[in-house]
Each structure stands twice: as C-alpha cells, then as structure tokens.
C-alpha cells in the first residue's frame, strides 16, 4: 500500500503524537508499504524554528527511512490562542499544498488534535481519491472545554460542527483509547467506522538502561531518591497537586523530583516552586526521545498523573508504557481505565486524582520499600512486552488497513 500521514507533530519535534506516528510511519515500512509524512517545519514546543528550515515553504528529507515534507507554519513562541490558531490553520492550509508532491495514496491518515489536520487529510483524500482515516487521539474541542481552555459558545459549537463532519466523512476512525468508542457512538452511528490503534511503547529502544547509574552520576543524583514525571506540563497533568506532594516529603532529604518537558503550566510551575522554597524539585527542558528511556530508568519511582475530571475516565497516557517498558514502579492518579490497567499489571500504586497526601503517602511507601519498588517494575515490564509493544499494535492496525483497502478494489 502507499500511506500518506499528516501529523502536525513530527521528530525532530518531541512528544507523545511525533512518537506516535513516526514509530507508525517506521513499522508500516518496515512491513513492505510506502509510506510518505507530511508534518509542520519543526517548531515545537519552543515556537522557533531551527535555523536550517528558516525561510523555506517546503523542505523534502528522510527521517528514519520514511519520506517526510515539511511544510510552512506560522510558528510563535508565544502561545496565546490567537498564535495557536494562526499555527494551525497555516498547517492545514500549507499541509494541502504539500500533498501535490506526493503520489496518489491508498490510504490518508490524518491525526487529531490538532483538529485542523482532519480537514486537511480529508481535502487531500479526496483529491487523491483515497481511503481517508482519521486517527483520534483526544476528543476535542471537548477536552479544551473540560479543562477550561476554551468555553462554550459560538467557537466551540463551529468546532464541534467540524468534528462531527469529520467523522462522517471519514471511511475509518482510529482511536487511541478503547473508551472513546462508547463516546463517538454516543454522538454518531460511527460504530462500524471505528478501528482500535491504542497506544504503546517501541520496546526495542525503551527497557531497563545500564547507563542510568553513569547518568545519575553526571546529574548529581547518584545518592538521591528519584521521582520522575515526563511529558506535557499542561492543565491536564494537575502537577500543582505533585509539587504540594514535594512539598509534604520536604523532610525527606533524600527524595528528590525531576519534571522533564515543556508546556503551557512550565512557567507557572518553577514559580510556584519558588514560592513554596522547594529546593529538591528540578525542572528539566524537553528531551530528544532516544535518551529518555535512560532518563526513565534513573527514576526510583515514576508520576502517571492526571486531573479529577470526568472526560479522562478513558485516558490510557503513552508515558506510562513508557515507564513500564523501563522497568520503573508507578503512582498513578488515573481513574476508570487507566486504573483498572495499572491494577491489572500490578505494576504500581494508584491513588485519588490530585490529592497531594495520598500521592505523598505512595511514594514514601515505595521510598522505603525496595522490594515492592522492584516487584512493580518487574510487573509492568512483563505487562507491556506481552499486551503493549508497539509492533504487536501496528501489525494489527495493519492488517485492518489492508482489509480496508482490498474491499475497496
């Protein structure tokens, strides 16, 4: 088959989607198909464009084997809503344009959020007269809603018309989370539309890294307990309740917290970090996704949290594969799904959402108890690598990509 992917997010560019799709983007190749990216000139998260991209519409290149085009966004490192917007309707409008270099697909796969990438991916569909299979990872505007991003109004319901199209339109969906099927057929008989493409770890780069302990040496943690969290620093995360956690642990000299990203809250964050004069909590900027899992496997005890609000009862985070892959124990604020797979794995300690005592209690337990620390570890790293590698979880979205397609000729 030929595969066009449009994804917003693409590495160099980290995070949960450009991990997402570019290890889609490699195994579909390595599985004999043709697959080509269209993804934003690299940006994220800081807003800046690297210098070698500067000025350029279109830059044509290869990035682990599979043919990528960059195309122009209007990128800002301000990240007020109007900045955001301008970025991502540059992105739907440039990513159409982009598709004229690349011959007619199979199969367009556009992922979502950005919401906007639908619309491309369904433009280009059928411009090329292809399958066009929109891979939801989040429901938005929903979610923007829930966590007060965005209110109610005139933009939501224009959005929410827009969403509900897409999903029309589109021959398949794809959902990252098994839930979010109850939630579209909630809305729309999309139920026979509906493929599951859940997340996962590529368990070939992220296990258990000898090179934690030179690492931990290079940092100065070489004698500290390490508490980890990875990822989105945004309003979803509820870290504000992590630090008031540091803050009850302040005693405990040995304890000392890492947060490694970017996002919306970073800045609040350190200065709220400042003001409760924690001095064992350090903010780390955004990695390249090859050296985290010797990140994750410096980490005693490894952060899976998220807020108290309805809309993640479905929520089945990446990083907590991640973690399990590396052979770290969890404490995870995750309820409904989330929970019942970390209690299935037994592969860590799951306590109320943004409750800072009881995530405090968790980590002191695991803090003085070794054994169970590496029982979990050893529970979530078997879980992950019998129900969670990604290349058992492509090969399936494969195979229904396949079907697809052959009942279409």
Known sequence: MRILIISQYYPPEVGALATRMSDLARQLTALGHTVTVIGEIPNYPKGIVAK????????????????????????????????????YLSFMVSSVFAAAFVQRCDV????????????????VS????????????????????YLGEM????????????ERFLYRKATRISIAVPGFRQRLTARLAVDDKILEFPNG???????????AKDLREKVGLQDKFVVLFSG???????????????????????????????????????????????KRILFWAAQPHARMPAIISMA????????????????????MFEYMACGRPIVSTLVGEGEALVRRANAGISVEPENAGAIADAILQLYRNRRQREELGQNGLRFVREHYTRSQIVAHFERQLVELVAHSQ
């Open 300 to 319: 005693d005890v490894c952060l899976v949290p998220l807020k108290n609000l309805e809309l993640f009862t479905t929520a089945l985070p990446s990083k």
């Open 232 to 278: 989105n620093l945004g309003l979803a995360q509820g870290l504000r309740s992590v630090l008031q956690a540091a803050k009850l642990l302040q005693n405990e000299s040995d304890i000392v917290f890492v947060l490694v990203g970017e996002g919306v809250e970073k800045a609040k964050l350190i200065e709220e970090r400042n003001r409760l004069g924690l």
């Open 151 to 162: 209110k109610r109004g005139a933009i939501t319901n224009l959005a929410e018309r827009l």
């Open 52 to 87: 070698e991209y500067r000025g350029r519409l279109f830059v044509r290149e290869k990035y682990q084997r599979t043919d990528v085009i960059r195309s122009f966004v209007l990128a800002s490192p301000r990240k007020t809503n109007v900045e955001r917007l301008s970025t």
């Open 108 to 123: 367009v796969l556009a992922t979502s959020p950005p919401l906007f990438v639908g619309v491309s991916g369904y433009v």
């Open 126 to 145: 059928r411009l090329m007269g292809s399958k066009f299979v929109f891979d939801v990872r989040d429901l938005w505007p929903e979610s923007a809603v």
């Open 201 to 211: 770890v590529d368990t070939s780069l992220f296990y258990p890294r000898e090179e």
